[in-house]
């Protein structure tokens, strides 16, 4: 495999890793551009997502597309859930309360999750074999085509419920001002519901995409994803959908190109790097904007 090839297939395996970590960004972007709250149990939730996918396929013999469904559908209503009983009370508490309790979300996730399922690691069934494409001097499988169809597809229909829905019309003005939004009539609790309840499922969309392209889930999986997501949230600007999906992207491509070139160790290494370099040189991301604030 000559240099080119070597470089274009690293491209492909970085576009595909990129485009989980930008699926679990969006949640996280989204919280934050509403009620300025880093979601650290957002990691969990994609392993809850990842898991439901596992038995909806492997017990109940759901074909791919619907236990993708069902994940999405149990992680929106544990999102609202997370939402109305650990964050809505502490709304108006310091930013630190809702941080440690985020924390302990987080925690509480894992370890019921240990409980319930145990902490050994699952094989997620194999559902695309050996398929595969030759595109040039590119290989590319299934599991990578859907990768990028489904996230292609999810950015879309995301992108119309933002700019061209009712309930879209008011998350943009509740992430302006939410307390002018309230005085103009828009619900916030039923906004922010809706926000969790969307970040959520991308989440768990994320989780089933990784189980099929790498066969293994366990109840701790969501940690370092959910971490690296929100460095691709911090990359592209927190609270910028457009620079939830950059900011993915390019983690993605940066890790495969370390991989393949350096060293897998470096891998994670890299990503933090990155988070170090983007809070010295641009704080506000890359779509970010510097905000003045009157004190």
Same mark, same amino acid.
């Given at each position: 495999m000559d240099l080119m090839q070597q470089i274009l297939q690293q491209l492909v395996n970085g576009i595909s890793l990129g485009s989980i970590y930008a699926l679990i960004a969006l949640g996280y972007t989204m919280i934050y551009g509403i009620i300025k709250l880093i979601n650290f149990a957002h990691g969990d939730v994609y392993m809850v997502g990842a898991y439901t996918g596992f038995f909806a396929v492997t017990f109940a013999r759901f074909p791919l597309w619907a236990a993708i469904i069902a994940a999405m559908v149990v992680t929106g209503i544990l999102g609202v859930l997370i939402e109305r009983i650990a964050y809505k009370p502490?709304?108006?508490?310091?930013?630190i309360s809702?941080?440690?309790?985020?924390?302990?979300?987080?925690?509480?996730?894992?370890?019921?999750?240990?409980? /319930? &399922?145990?902490?050994?690691?699952?094989?997620?069934?194999?559902?695309?074999?050996?398929? !595969?494409?030759? *595109?040039?001097? #590119?290989?590319?499988n299934g599991q990578q085509v859907l990768i990028l169809a489904l996230t292609f597809v999810l950015m879309l229909i995301l992108t119309y419920i933002v700019q061209r829905t009712k309930m879209g019309k008011a998350m943009r003005a509740a992430s302006f001002d939410t307390e002018t939004a309230q005085l103009m009539g828009i619900d916030a609790d039923k906004v922010i519901s809706f926000t969790f309840c969307v970040g959520s499922a991308l989440a768990a969309v994320a989780g089933v995409l990784v189980g099929v392209y790498y066969n293994s889930i366990d109840p701790l999986m969501g940690i370092m994803p959910g971490l690296k997501a929100f460095i691709a949230a911090v990359l592209?600007?927190?609270?910028?959908?457009?620079?939830?999906?950059?900011?993915?992207?390019?983690?993605?491509?940066?890790?495969? /190109? &370390?991989s393949g070139f350096?060293?897998?160790?470096?891998?994670?290494?890299?990503?933090? !790097?990155?988070? *170090?370099?983007? #809070?010295?040189?641009?704080?506000t991301g890359l779509f970010g904007k510097n905000v003045k604030e009157k004190v």
């Open positions: 502490l709304r108006n508490a310091p930013k809702v941080l440690i309790t985020a924390i302990g979300v987080s925690f509480f996730l894992e370890y019921t999750s240990m409980y /319930f &399922v145990s902490p050994t690691p699952r094989t997620f069934p194999d559902l695309f074999g050996d398929v !595969a494409w030759s *595109i040039g001097p #590119l290989v590319v592209g600007g927190i609270g910028i959908l457009p620079g939830a999906v950059a900011g993915g992207l390019i983690l993605g491509i940066v890790e495969a /190109f &370390v350096i060293s897998s160790t470096f891998r994670d290494a890299a990503a933090f !790097a990155i988070l *170090i370099l983007v #809070l010295l040189i641009r704080p």
